[in-house]
């Protein structure tokens, strides 16, 4: 196999890992503002936050490392996803920053008004790259115009058709499923029970808007017969996403949510492949041969990623296994943040001669 087709399989196997573990963190986010119960919110969205609180930062690496090895293995790939598709990565990157900020400062202040804000911010930070993330990719197997010099030609809004939109819808029902059964699976009690009641309503939406897509992908804009079988294997794993859910058996559920995550990369990049970016006029297409680095670079990179990636792999695991425990309102201290506060002046009087007491401020 040439070292181009093996960075291509490579890459894909970064945004695997990408999409299926960023996934349930973006729906757990998703889900904040649609899971809590009046009275209780409080308590319960910290203890969904704390759910994916020792993971969330670890995931996103596998986006860095996927964007990083794509930049050195296909610069001109890079390069004309980057400068064509600018606007939307654009607003993907600055909802995963304020998304960061809201995760690390949420805490810092004991204040409802603070952390009303920093939730929202989780929301709109989950939401956003959810669907732009499939319409991104939806744009990828579908193909964009790129004129001769393999530059980007059609404009944002050539971006959004209902092909595109349709697979923002999908990849946004797949992850809040997969957020709710990640869910489930890691917490206990009343969230426990309504974030696997949502797995199973929202795992036959998604069953349906996936299956639609996917189909359509197939047969409008891949070349691939064997990406038949990516398809099959797509919707057998949500056909047991729904009874799993359904059955309350949050592990088998994980499972099959994750196994519809990797079919979709699989049927996206396998209907792509030899081209990287397919445009309109074949001619003009962007292929694993014509985006690619030297075979210098690519024997480099691959020794680099034989030796590092395993240590990656076995780090990640062991965050996971020591976190492993379900999480309950219970389990949570009381919170430990600074006060929007102001010491009193002293005032010299009968009841606070030393003038030690706070007012709010």
Sequence with gaps: MELTTVWFVLIAVLWTGYLVLEGFDFGVGMLLGLLPKKGDKERERRVMINTIG????????????????????????????????????????????????????RGKIDDDRWRAWADRALIFGSWLPSVLWGVAFANIGRGVELDADHQYVGGFFALLNPFALLGGVVTALIFLT?????????????????????????????????????????????????????????AVALVLLVLATRARREGRAFVASAVAIVAAVVLIFGSLFPDVMPAFDPANSLTVEN??????????????????????????????????????????????????????EAHAGPTDSAGSGTIEG
């Design 291 to 344: 985006a690619s680095s030297t075979s210098y670079t690519l024997t480099v990179m691959t020794w680099v990623a034989v030796i590092l990636t395993p240590l990656v792999l076995l780090y990640q695991g062991w965050t996971y296994w020591v976190f492993r425990k379900r999480l309950t309102t219970e389990h949570l201290p009381a919170p430990a943040g600074l006060r929007f506060e102001r010491p009193v």
């Design 178 to 234: 997969h957020g709710a059964v990640f869910l489930a699976l890691k917490s206990d009690g009343d969230i426990r029970t309504r974030a696997g009641v949502f797995a199973a309503r929202s795992s036959v939406a998604t069953l349906v808007a996936a299956g639609v897509w996917a189909v359509w992908l197939q047969l409008s804009y891949s070349d691939e017969g064997w990406t038949w079988a990516a398809v099959a294997v797509a």
């Design 54 to 105: 020792p993971v969330w930062d670890g995931n996103e690496v596998w986006l860095l490392t996927a964007g990083g090895a794509t930049f050195a293995a296909f610069p001109e790939w890079y390069a004309t996803l980057f400068s064509g598709f600018y606007l939307p990565l654009f607003l993907i990157l600055v909802a995963l920053i304020v998304r960061v900020v809201a995760f690390e400062w």
